[in-house]
């Protein structure tokens, strides 16, 4: 099985920056790609960025510019790097990995559990 792991969420003012970060582990045996994904209240959960094994890179158009993605291939982290954060950001993150799983060497889908992100003054 694999897990998946958030951390570094919290209270941050308007302008301000957060750094997420998500930790794989478990019967890894490969990581085909990661992703963040955010819910604000009331609002469909939508793709934020994602990295694949090769180091590609993809990025909500509306937050290009602010948000920068990026791994440890070596420690099975994701990390989210915001800056000039708006309270419009304000959501619920979660980590999402597409995992190559020693078990079946299928590609096994996991969330993690959340992490929570408040924009306010």
């Known amino acids: 099985q694999v897990q998946l792991v958030e951390s570094g969420g919290g209270l941050v003012q308007p302008g301000g920056s957060l750094r997420l970060t998500c930790v794989a582990s478990g019967t890894i045996f490969k990581i085909n790609a990661m992703g963040w994904y955010r819910q604000a209240p009331g609002k469909q959960r939508e793709l934020v960025a994602a990295i694949t094994d090769d180091g590609s890179t993809t990025y909500a158009d509306s937050l290009k510019g602010r948000f920068t993605i990026s791994r440890d291939s070596a420690k099975n982290t994701v990390y989210l790097q915001m800056d000039s954060l708006k309270p419009e950001d304000t959501a619920v993150y979660y980590c999402?990995?597409?995992?190559?799983?020693?078990?079946?060497?299928?590609?096994?889908?996991?969330w993690g559990q959340g992490t929570q992100v408040t924009v306010s003054s």
């Open positions: 999402k990995g597409a995992i190559v799983i020693v078990e079946t060497l299928g590609e096994f889908g996991a």
